[in-house]
């Protein structure tokens, strides 16, 4: 088929006569493009406007470091891009790549903006055009920005519930120590009133005075205990809370999270163990609040997912630093277990809101979409995934202080 019938077959050019479409065509080349080639980069210059002839391409923006894509849109054959810079004259917005292996009609900038001025026929097909894709694309960011406002919603019920969780595990631990204080006490009071009548017989007195110091000893400690899981509670609480950075000792801060969660780790079977491994000094200028979060979704992760149904098992936490390289440094966190593993055509998805393989265990697919977003978005570092059958690791890296945050 030629290419003047392919493009009658195409919505843009349907209705041009004959006449136009081959004045198209006699200005235009055909590309034949492979899959993964790049049609051109954002930031280049506007060469010309390309209709799709066959094939599939994808239009999308890259960040200032090169690491993440944000896809536009995915166009089949019948459709037309690069006009926008075409028509303004400004570097391309967009990068566009093949999907799969395409044919494309290139019309070179000056040649179409000539045919626009003769023929008012094109022009107004073109503007039609474009007002349905501005009208499309404010649709799809509308409708992309509600969806992100309930996914940040439903990650702060998130937040509040792990919290809330928290908060009663840890009551429910200071119960424990607040009872053997009472109980000591009233054992206190009856030794005291046996002390009164045994004021005569003094081996039975020397008997209940090193009872008494037991006791004593008992409600000192046990009141030791409540208040450090109360002032490690208010910590913790109040960090993650708060979005100020903080400079902190991070094994300090990391043992402190650890701690809380050993009231439900012990519930779980789960034994965690803290390795350090700094090379240099510890302090941390970064967000304690945000990577106590984070640290609670990978255990708790690790309990629900690598031990289920209350097999558990062993979880380790790393903490180790690179080298100082040009004045830099970062610390590496490890999160480890060793149980069954993530499927690895699920190993991709893991981060994305609303993606779980346990939803049937009560898992909302959010615990690592926040892991992430605070990792990435807030404290401006880096997560990877490796998983095989008895081994899981989440490498979390971040950077040491503000001046090794990325630009």
């Known amino acids: 088929m030629d290419v003047i019938s392919l493009l009658k077959q195409l919505p843009f050019f349907a209705d ?26 954002q930031g280049d210059p506007p060469d010309g406007l390309y209709v799709l002839l066959d094939g599939q391409v994808r239009v999308f923006l890259t960040d200032e470091q090169g690491q993440h894509d944000v896809e536009l849109a995915v166009l089949s054959s019948g459709s037309l891009f690069g006009e926008m810079a075409l028509l303004d004259g400004e570097p391309r917005s967009a990068n566009v790549a093949c999907v799969k292996s395409s044919k494309c009609l290139w019309l ?18 073109l503007l039609a055009d474009l007002s349905r894709r501005v009208r499309g694309t404010q649709e799809k960011f509308y409708w992309e920005m509600l969806r992100r406002q309930r996914l940040l919603s439903d990650m702060e019920v998130q937040r509040h519930r792990a919290l809330s969780s928290l908060v009663a595990g840890v009551a429910h631990e200071i119960n424990t120590p607040l009872g053997i204080v ?24 020397q008997v209940l005075c090193d009872d008494l110091r037991e006791s004593t000893k008992l409600v000192q400690g046990n009141i030791a205990r409540a208040c450090l899981l109360v002032q490690r509670f208010k910590t913790l609480s109040s960090q993650q809370v708060s979005e100020a ?45 945000y990577l106590s979060q984070v640290l609670l979704n990978l255990l708790t992760n690790a309990e629900r997912y690598a031990y289920p149904a209350g097999t558990g098992g062993r979880v380790e936490v790393e903490l180790s630093d690179r080298s100082f390289i040009k004045d830099t440094r970062r610390f590496n966190l490890v999160v480890r277990d060793f149980g069954r593993g993530i499927p690895e055509e699920s190993q991709s998805r893991v981060f994305e809101p609303f993606f779980t393989t346990g939803r049937d265990q009560g898992g909302t697919g959010l615990g690592l979409a926040i892991v992430y977003s605070l990792i990435h978005d807030s404290m401006h570092g880096q997560i990877e995934l490796t998983s095989r059958p008895g081994l899981t690791e989440f490498h979390v890296e971040l950077p040491a202080g503000p001046e090794t945050v990325p630009q």
């Open 16 to 41: 041009l006569p004959d006449d136009l479409l081959g004045q198209v065509v006699s200005t235009g080349q055909t590309r034949m493009l492979s899959a993964g080639e790049f049609v051109f980069h």
């Open 108 to 125: 070179a900038r000056d040649e179409f903006l000539q045919l626009l001025r003769s023929s008012s026929r094109l022009l107004e097909t």
């Open 182 to 205: 009472n109980s000591a006490a009233d054992l206190i009071g009856e030794l005291v009133q046996q002390i009164t009548a045994s004021s005569g017989d003094a081996p039975s007195l």
């Open 245 to 289: 950075r903080q400079k902190v000792n991070l094994p300090d801060c990391v043992q402190d999270t650890l701690s809380l969660y050993s009231i439900q780790a012990r519930r779980a079977g789960i034994e965690v163990v803290f390795l350090s491994r700094l090379s240099g000094p510890p302090e941390w200028d970064g967000y304690p609040g």
